[in-house]
């Protein structure tokens, strides 16, 4: 026991020290990671996402927003958009710690689990978006920094909207070639920066709580001043009254200079409106216990150029308007709806995945990203929720309706509200959206790089290149260029919506991911994070697409269009990356339930189509030998229903196995250059006849099998120096014919036209002499669809005895081609039973004697070809004596067939056992060399009386010939002389494959009867049906 011990002691404790260097290895990349200062949750996730959730459109759209839906209606879009967020951080949650989640974030996570493809198309529309949101917040920084900071620094002075999106335009162009420079120089400012940026948000926020709080204790002192029900603009007046009264005189106000023309007098001229109606003063902040959250209980939508107005005050209506004073008044700039203002809205919600984005920095991801993302949407979705109900509660709703503040001295609605100053407000606005503008322009290059490193997207990876300490200088010049088309849009309200769409998109494919990654319970699939379902992210998807085209149905369009441009291009164009992502497995699922539905039941004849198990041959190189059989499977298909191309190598698979492999890339090689959709299989086998028999039979899947076998014709079987080729391919035709497949059999294949020529005329012609299904007929009609043969006119052949009615069999054939919705020219062809022709006699003498003379006299070559020299002068003397003009060269000896079998057998019998051992042979391979004495003893023991001249010298009189064997020679001839006569110019010939014998001694014969048959035809393909229908007139 102890020897035993030992002797195993010593490999595993050197096993135990390779473990331990291996692990020590693995360990140092963590070592020097952990030199790196590591965040935590509450660092590294809770105010990055809380600093890109709280920004622009809290400060100056929230109360726009407030006012005009009304809090139901503000209520239900927070809820939808904070729900939207919520779902899809579980879901992201969920896949983030299902493994280690390196520097990429969100792109890394959905590429990784939903494949390039996806991941490409997604992570591009995640750095639009991105960089459209950088647009939004330099629009914001232009709008705070024009409106309330210093609006006198205007370049275009002009009173109107055009103005205005002119200065948004220059000053926008500035500010962001600012900030690129500040993002070029060093991102190390722009991260020391975020944490100030934060505080102004915090404060800010801070400030407005602390607002709400004091209007319970003594209201704001900011009023609005209406005319009539008609709210007004007050930066140009102090005294909300028409006159003023100075020392016992009465004169007019700023606000009478506005509405009249001249001084002050009862003559003078002034506007309608303003004389009927009266000015009252109203408290812009009633406060929140003042009762006026139940008059902005609802919305309050109309077009653009509608005036602001008071709901329940009363008024008087002019008769004339007046279009020059209307520009005192406030009113709607846009035409206001429900589904706009969710678009404008939706980008205060994103900024969830600025987590995810960090976590190549935190100390754990897996644990962090989780729990700081979904405290960070909880925060701020009840901030807003709050904000909601707290400035209809609060704020006078013609004040909830200025979007700019003019009602309010050209302040900021959420600033006359937070406390002590509305100036707290301006400037942490200010920052916040510059600190977030900074944030897009630095994470948008990097995002960019990431997608261009990849390596998915071929024409983006100059982008992948920066400085020497990897900053991403080209594609930050790219990010701004493209944040300068949202600049010169000009509008904070038309670009919200652009970026709305591209981070739908983006939160979508996360619920896809995870969705589907559960839904298919892969191995893998192990997430740290217990607390999602499918049916969560399958809700969050549902919402997400639902918001997207809610908000602005054709935006919603164009960025489904991009992403779908981007799948294909990826799919067609770029890198093969296999990550194992999960549309693969859903892939893999919906093949197997397909496969099995399939095989409940066979398909009916209206679905047929030819599913084609293609023979191919490999030359010495495995190469593929004939690349036109592909071409014609292509042009076939047209990429529909199966193919499967398949080869066999002679020899074991331990010896051939590498060779397999490469022929089965030499397949995958030649489908593609042809553009062969299928599947692609090399065997290994002992011989290639048992190969061929294992692919018939065992090639495809379940219900995906094929129905019908394409291979070429053996050209060379009559010159080859064994039979194989020719019982290779019998033996084929046999099996099909047994498995109810049906065959094709393509003559001069590489002759056949490739996929890039175009046939400009021609005819496809169908000898239809038996009805085998219709595949003769629904063959040319599937070629007829691609633009190779598109211009050939489909021809049908049928052939008539003299005493059929060929008239009616025209018509008839006619009538059955228009219900099968086929176009093509019939011809009814008569047949003269005539005599039998000597060439026909001729042929059958031909072929008889050579397949006795090679079958049984196993010669060596250079006897053999003494031999048949010596028969053929004997052949010829004798045909010419029947004057036979026809005397094509005879390759035989005339031994009757019956009589040569029988000393083939007997041989092969008597002489098996000797030779197994000597040779190694079968007893069918037995090889024999014939002499004149040989033969004679032979020819004793069967017959006596019979000499060996009368032997050699038997003369091969036609009646010593087989009738059965004349007969389909003189069908094949007559048939043959028909067939050229009529289509010798057609593109293409299709003919019935008559089959083989079943007695295997006619093998050669059948040969020769198919050699006749298509002699003198450039193209054609023998079909043999497989027995069953395949076309029907039905619909």
């Not at 020590?24 to 660092?43: D, L, Y």
């Not at 109900?389 to 909830?400: H, K, N, Q, S, T």
């Not at 001729?842 to 060596?860: D, I, N, P």
């Not at 094509?888 to 040569?900: D, M």
Request: proline letters at 4%; aromatic letters at 10%; one cysteine or more.
């Amino acid at each position: 026991m102890w020897e035993v011990w030992r002797s195993t002691a010593g490999p595993l404790q050197h096993l135990d020290r390779q473990l331990s260097v291996m692990e020590r290895a693995q360990e140092k990349p963590f070592v020097s990671r952990k030199m790196v200062p590591q965040m935590g949750t509450f660092i590294g996730v809770y105010l990055p996402c809380m600093q890109n959730i709280l920004g622009v459109i809290l400060f100056l759209r929230l109360t726009w927003i407030v006012g005009t839906a009304g809090i139901l209606g503000s209520f239900a879009i927070v809820s939808m958009c904070c729900i939207c967020t919520l779902l899809t951080a579980i879901s992201m949650s969920a896949i983030a710690t299902n493994g280690v989640v390196p520097a990429g974030g969100s792109y890394y996570m959905i590429s990784r689990s939903l494949g390039p493809e996806f991941g490409g198309a997604v992570g591009l529309c995640l750095y639009l978006g991105t960089t459209f949101a950088g647009s939004l917040y330099i629009l914001g920084t232009i709008e705070i920094l024009l409106t309330y900071i210093v609006p006198t620094a205007i370049v275009f002075k002009e009173n109107n909207s055009e103005a205005m999106h002119n200065n948004m335009r220059v000053y926008g162009t500035c500010c962001l070639v600012l900030m690129a420079l500040v993002v070029f120089v060093g991102v190390k400012y722009v991260n020391k920066l975020a944490l100030v940026f934060l505080s102004c948000v915090v404060l800010s926020i801070m400030a407005t709580y602390a607002g709400v709080i004091k209007t319970l204790i003594e209201p704001p002192d900011f009023n609005v001043c209406l005319l009539g029900n008609r709210s007004l603009r007050n930066e140009n007046f102090e005294t909300c009254a028409k006159t003023d009264t100075i020392k016992n005189t009465t004169i007019p106000t700023e606000l009478w200079s506005l509405f009249c023309s001249g001084q002050y007098s009862y003559n003078e001229t002034c506007d309608e409106y303003f004389t009927l109606n009266n000015l009252t003063e109203i408290r812009a902040i009633p406060g929140l216990l003042s009762g006026v959250i139940k008059d902005n209980l609802w919305g309050d939508y109309g077009p653009a150029g509608t005036v602001i107005e008071k709901q329940k005050q009363s008024s008087v209506a002019a008769q004339v308007p007046s279009e020059e004073k209307n520009m005192n008044y406030l009113f709607n700039d846009i035409t206001t709806y429900f589904t706009l203002l969710v678009g404008i809205y939706f980008p205060s919600v994103t900024g969830i995945m600025a987590g995810s984005n960090r976590s190549g920095d935190l100390r754990d991801a897996q644990r962090s990203i989780p729990i700081g993302t979904i405290l960070a949407i909880l925060t701020t979705s009840f901030i807003y929720i709050s904000f909601v109900v707290l400035f209809g509660a609060c704020i006078e709703g013609v004040v909830l309706r200025d979007k700019f503040g003019y009602s309010v001295k050209k302040n900021p609605v959420i600033g006359i509200l937070a406390w002590p100053s509305p100036w707290v407000i301006v400037i942490g606005s200010f920052f916040s959206c510059c600190g977030a503008g900074l944030q897009s322009l630095t994470g948008a290059p990097r995002l960019l790089q990431a997608i261009a490193r990849d390596g998915i997207i071929p024409f983006l990876q100059v982008f992948g290149h920066g400085k020497a300490n990897g900053e991403p200088t080209w594609a930050l010049l790219l990010t701004v260029g493209i944040c300068e088309i949202g600049i010169l849009i000009a509008s904070l309200d038309d670009v919200a919506p652009i970026l709305s769409m591209f981070f739908l998109m983006c939160y979508l494919f996360v619920n896809l991911a995870c969705a589907v990654q559960t839904l298919l319970r892969t191995p893998n699939w192990r997430p740290r994070f217990k607390f999602y379902h499918w049916t969560l992210s399958f809700l969050g998807m549902s919402l997400c697409l639902s918001l997207m085209f809610v908000s602005s149905w054709y935006y919603a369009l164009v960025a489904v269009v991009i992403a779908g441009c981007i799948y294909k291009y990826i799919e067609y164009r770029g890198a093969v990356k296999e990550w194992g992502d999960g549309i693969r497995g859903l892939s893999l699922n919906a093949a197997r339930y397909a496969l099995i539905r399939l095989e409940e039941a066979p398909p009916h004849t209206k679905n047929w189509r030819p599913q084609v198990l293609v023979l191919c041959k490999l030359d010495s190189d495995l190469q593929v030998k004939h690349p036109r059989l592909l071409s014609f499977t292509t042009q076939l298909k047209a990429g529909k229903g199966l193919t499967i191309v398949c080869s066999v190598l002679e020899g074991t698979y331990m010896t051939r196995g590498n060779d397999a492999k490469a022929g089965e890339q030499s397949l995958k090689s030649a489908m593609a250059a042809e553009r062969t959709k299928g599947f692609s299989h090399v065997v290994v086998s002992s011989n290639l006849r048992d190969g061929f028999s294992i692919l018939i039979q065992s090639a495809g899947l379940g219900g995906m099998k094929h129905n019908a076998v394409l291979m070429a014709w053996p050209a060379g079987w009559k010159q080859a120096q064994d039979s194989s080729a020719r019982r290779n391919f019998i033996e084929t035709v046999r099996e099909t014919t047994a498995a109810h497949q049906a065959l094709m059999v393509a003559k001069n294949i590489d002759h056949f036209p490739g996929n890039q020529e175009r046939l400009k005329e021609g005819t496809i012609d169908v000898w239809w002499i038996v009805h085998d299904g219709g595949l003769l007929m629904l063959l040319p009609f599937l070629l007829s669809q691609h633009k190779v043969w598109r211009k050939c006119q489909m021809r049908i052949f049928t052939v008539a005895q003299m005493d059929d009615n060929s008239i009616q069999m025209k018509k008839d054939l006619q009538m059955f081609l228009y219900h099968l919705r086929l176009d093509a020219v019939v011809e009814v062809v008569e047949m003269h039973d005539s005599d039998i022709s000597a060439f026909t006699y001729e042929k059958t003498l031909m072929m008889e004697q050579r397949s006795q003379m090679l079958k049984q006299m196993q010669l060596s070559r250079t006897e053999r070809e003494r031999e048949i020299q010596s028969i053929t002068d004997v052949s010829r003397g004798s045909i010419k004596r029947k004057k036979c003009s026809c005397a094509p060269p005879l390759y035989t000896q005339c031994i009757p067939e019956e009589e040569a079998q029988l000393i083939h057998d007997r041989n092969t019998a008597s002489h098996s056992s000797a030779n197994d051992k000597a040779v190694g042979a079968a007893p069918d391979r037995v090889h024999m060399t014939w002499t004149k004495e040989k033969l004679i003893n032979e020819r004793n023991k069967q017959r006596e009386g019979m000499g060996v001249k009368d032997m050699f010298n038997m003369k091969p009189e036609w009646e010593n010939l087989n009738q059965s064997n004349v007969r389909r020679m003189h069908t094949a001839v007559k048939l043959n002389e028909v067939v050229v006569k009529k289509s010798h110019n057609s593109q293409l010939v299709l003919l019935n494959m008559p089959g083989p014998p079943k007695n295997k001694k006619g093998d050669e014969n059948y040969m020769e009867f198919l050699e006749v048959l298509m002699e003198g035809l450039d193209r054609v393909l023998l079909v043999r049906g497989g027995g069953r229908e395949v076309i029907t007139i039905y619909s």
